[in-house]
C-alpha cells in the first residue's frame, strides 16, 4: 500500500507449528486469539526470534497464589518450546501500595519487605520454570526514573493520589516498544525519550536539557559559545528564527527573525528536536555550515554558507547621535548588561547635553531576569515596582523592585551605585517588534506602566511566563531542566502572557512597509500558556481584538538597513519622537484586525472604483480619437 497501514502477509501454519499450538491448547477452556498467536509462532520461526512471554507479579505477600501455578505451567510450555520467559517483579508498584491508604491489604512495603518476598517468589516460581532459562526483570528498572518522588512519598507513608493507570499505559507502550519496534532500542534511550517528551509537552518554553544541553545554556547566558549566533524555535517545517544576534555569522550573512531553517547541511531539520537542531548548528570555530531558509515572499529557499565563529556576544552598545540624542542597543538579556549599560549611559552623560535616549530592544530574545530588573532599575526611582511573578511554588510569589538585592548579579549593584542622575530624568524612546521577547518585554511594561517612556514600534512577543533552570547532578553528570515556574504581570498588574506589549506608537519597519516575515508570536506556538483567568475560547476572541501585526503584508522594501545605521526608519521616528516632531506613524499597525480588513476592503474598493473610472475614461477618449480621425477622413480633399 502506497499510504496508510502495510498489512501483514499472512505466513504459512507447517505441521510444527500446529504441534506447537496443540502442547499451548493444552488444558485449557478458550484461546484468545487463537489465529493471531498461531501467526506469532509462525513469524518466530520465519524471523528466527523467540517469543517474549511475560508474566508480572507484585510482591505484595510472602507466597504466589496457588491460581498463579496454571499460568507458570503454560509458561513452561512455552519455554519448552524454545521461547523466553520473562518473571516481571513489581518491585516498584509494591512499594506504591494502594495510594489512598483505603485497601488495607496492599499497605506501601519497605524496600526490605519487596526484597523478601522477590526472593519467596522466585524460589516457588521455580518449582515449575527453569530459572536459568528465565530473563528476571524488576518494573523499578524504569518505573523508579519516572516516579522517585511518589515512591519516596510512599515511603513516608504519605498519602498520594498517583495516577496508576497511566503509570500501567507508560509501562505497557515502553514494553510494546522493546518487543515490537524495528530496532532494537536501549532502555536508556526510551527512558531519555520520555523525560524530553514529559518535559517540552507543557509549554513551547520547557525543555530538558542533557549534558550538552545544559552546558550550552550556561555558556549562552554568561555571553560565549560557539555557533552562528542564533535564537531559535522549533517550527513544524523546521527551525524558527526567533532573531538572529548582532555582530555574528548569521546576522552579518542576512538571516532574519521569522527566517524558518529547513535544513542543515543539506539534511533535513522538519523531524528533529530543537536540541538537536542546535547541536547540528554549534560546533568548532572556522568549520563551515549550509543553512536552507524559508522566507516569505521569496519563492525559492535561500542558502546561507556561513563560518561557525567563538560567539562573544556584547548584549549592550552606543552610539551617540547628532543633536544631542543616544542610542542604547541591548540585544539579549545576559550578566554583564546591566554593568555595561551604566557604563554606557555614563559615557552619553558625560557631554553634560543629552537630551533623550533611544533604548533598543527589537529583536531581543530576553535573557536572564535580574538582567531585566537591573535595566529597569537603571531608569526608575529606588524600591519602584518592576515586575512580580505568581506561581503554584511559594517561593514563585514575588515583587520584584529596584533595589539591590532584586538585581543583584555581577557588578550590576556597583555599576548602578556609580550610575548618572541623568539616567532617572532623561526622556527615553524604547523601541520593541515582534521578535522583542520575555526580558526586553519586562523592561518595555515597566518603564510604560510607570510613564518612564513612550512604547514605539510593533506589539511584542507576548512571552509573559518565567522559565528556571533545574540543575541535577547524576554522578560525574549534570543535566538540567528548564521549566517555566511562573507567569509575569507588570507593575500594573497586567499579564502580558500570549498578548505582548502593545506601543503607545506604532511605527512600521521602513517608509516604504515592513518586511514579510514568518514571524509568530508567543499566541501562535502550540500547548501555548494562557492567562490564567480566561478560558482558551476567551483568549482566542481577545487575541483577535489584539493590534494588528503584520500577518499578510506584502509590501517589499527595496533595500536592507541593520539596528542604528542611518537607515533605520523607526530609529529616525524615535528622534522625532524625542525632538518633539511629527511621526510618521503606521498606516496598518496599531488597529484591531477587522479594521484592518474593513480598511483594505475599502482600500480595494476604492482602487477597483479608480481602475474602472480610468478604463472608462481611456475608452472614451479612444473613441473620441477614432471619431477625429474619421471626421478628418471624411472631409473633401482639398486641391
Not at 124 to 135: I, M, P, R
Not at 483 to 495: D, E, H, I, K, Q
Not at 541 to 563: A, I, S
Amino acid at each position: 500500500m502506497s499510504e496508510g497501514i502495510e498489512v501483514a502477509k499472512k505466513l504459512p501454519v507447517t505441521d510444527d507449528i500446529r504441534e506447537a499450538m496443540a502442547t499451548i491448547r493444552r488444558g485449557t477452556d478458550s484461546f484468545l486469539i487463537e489465529e493471531e498467536f498461531e501467526q506469532k509462532l509462525a513469524r518466530s520461526k520465519a524471523t528466527g526470534k523467540p517469543l517474549r512471554c511475560k508474566l508480572g507479579l507484585d510482591p505484595t505477600a510472602p507466597d504466589i497464589h496457588i491460581g498463579h501455578t496454571v499460568v507458570l505451567n503454560k509458561l513452561r510450555q512455552l519455554q519448552d518450546l524454545g521461547h523466553q520467559v520473562i518473571f516481571l517483579v513489581g518491585d516498584f508498584t509494591a512499594a506504591i501500595g494502594d495510594p489512598s491508604g483505603r485497601n488495607v491489604t496492599r499497605p506501601p512495603l519497605s524496600r526490605e519487605q519487596i526484597t523478601a518476598n522477590a526472593e519467596t517468589y522466585l524460589a516457588q516460581a521455580g518449582h515449575v520454570l527453569d530459572l536459568d532459562k528465565t530473563e528476571v526483570r524488576y518494573n523499578s528498572e524504569w518505573s523508579n526514573a519516572l516516579g522517585s518522588v511518589g515512591l519516596q512519598a510512599c515511603a513516608e507513608n504519605k498519602v498520594l493520589d498517583l495516577p496508576l493507570q497511566e503509570i500501567r499505559q507508560f509501562t505497557s507502550v515502553f514494553n510494546a516498544v522493546k518487543d515490537y519496534y524495528v530496532e532494537d532500542v536501549a532502555d536508556n534511550k526510551l527512558l531519555q525519550l520520555a523525560v524530553e517528551g514529559m518535559v517540552s509537552g507543557l509549554d513551547p518554553h520547557s525543555n530538558f536539557l542533557d549534558v550538552e544541553g545544559f552546558k550550552d545554556m550556561n555558556e549562552s547566558t554568561q555571553g560565549a559559545f560557539g555557533g552562528l549566533g542564533l535564537e531559535v524555535t522549533k517550527d513544524p517545517a523546521g527551525v524558527r528564527v526567533i532573531s538572529p544576534i548582532d555582530d555574528t555569522p548569521a546576522a552579518r550573512a542576512g538571516v532574519r527573525a521569522g527566517d524558518i531553517i529547513t535544513k542543515i547541511d543539506g539534511e533535513s531539520v522538519a523531524d528533529v528536536t530543537l536540541n538537536d537542531a542546535v547541536k547540528r548548528m554549534r560546533g568548532e570555530p572556522d568549520t563551515k555550515i549550509e543553512l536552507t531558509v524559508a522566507r516569505k515572499g521569496e519563492m525559492k529557499p535561500l542558502t546561507f554558507h556561513l563560518t561557525r565563529a567563538i560567539i562573544k556576544t556584547q548584549s549592550v552598545k552606543m552610539q551617540k547621535l547628532d543633536g544631542g540624542f543616544g542610542y542604547i542597543r541591548i540585544s539579549q538579556f545576559q550578566e554583564r548588561t546591566t554593568e555595561d549599560l551604566a557604563k554606557y549611559l555614563n559615557e552619553l552623560a558625560e557631554a553634560k547635553s543629552l537630551k533623550g535616549l533611544v533604548l533598543d530592544l527589537r529583536n531581543d530574545p530576553g535573557g536572564l531576569l535580574q538582567a531585566a530588573i537591573g535595566v529597569s532599575a537603571a531608569f526608575l526611582p529606588a524600591n519602584t515596582d518592576v515586575v512580580s511573578t505568581k506561581g503554584r511554588a511559594p517561593q514563585s510569589d514575588y515583587v520584584f523592585k529596584a533595589i539591590e538585592s532584586d538585581y543583584r548579579s555581577g557588578n550590576a549593584v556597583r555599576a548602578l551605585a556609580d550610575l548618572t542622575p541623568l539616567a532617572k530624568t532623561v526622556p527615553i524612546v524604547v523601541l520593541i517588534n515582534s521578535s522583542s521577547a520575555s526580558a526586553s518585554e519586562i523592561v518595555a511594561g515597566a518603564l510604560q506602566d510607570h510613564k518612564r517612556a513612550v512604547i514605539m514600534g510593533d506589539r511584542s512577543f507576548g512571552k509573559g511566563s518565567v522559565q528556571t533552570i533545574l540543575p541535577m547532578t547524576f554522578g560525574d553528570k549534570t543535566v538540567g531542566v528548564k521549566l517555566t515556574t511562573a507567569r509575569y504581570y507588570t507593575p500594573s498588574g497586567r499579564s502580558i502572557q500570549a498578548k505582548g506589549i502593545v506601543p503607545d506608537v506604532f511605527v512600521d519597519d521602513t517608509p516604504v512597509g515592513n518586511y514579510p516575515s514568518f514571524q509568530v508570536r508567543e499566541s501562535d506556538l502550540s500547548h501555548h500558556l494562557v492567562n490564567e483567568n480566561e478560558s482558551e475560547t476567551e483568549a482566542k476572541k481577545k487575541l483577535d481584538e489584539l493590534p494588528y501585526g503584520d500577518e499578510d503584508v506584502v509590501d517589499m522594501p527595496d533595500y536592507t538597513y541593520f539596528f542604528g545605521d542611518e537607515k533605520d526608519w523607526q530609529l529616525q521616528q524615535a528622534v522625532r519622537q524625542l525632538k518633539g516632531e511629527k511621526v510618521e506613524v503606521s498606516k496598518y499597525r496599531g488597529k484591531p484586525r477587522k479594521e484592518v480588513a474593513a480598511l483594505k476592503k475599502a482600500e480595494a474598493e476604492k482602487k477597483k472604483a479608480e481602475e474602472a473610472k480610468a478604463a472608462k475614461a481611456g475608452a472614451a477618449k479612444e473613441a473620441k480619437s477614432d471619431e477625429n480621425k474619421k471626421e478628418k477622413k471624411d472631409e473633401p480633399q482639398k486641391k
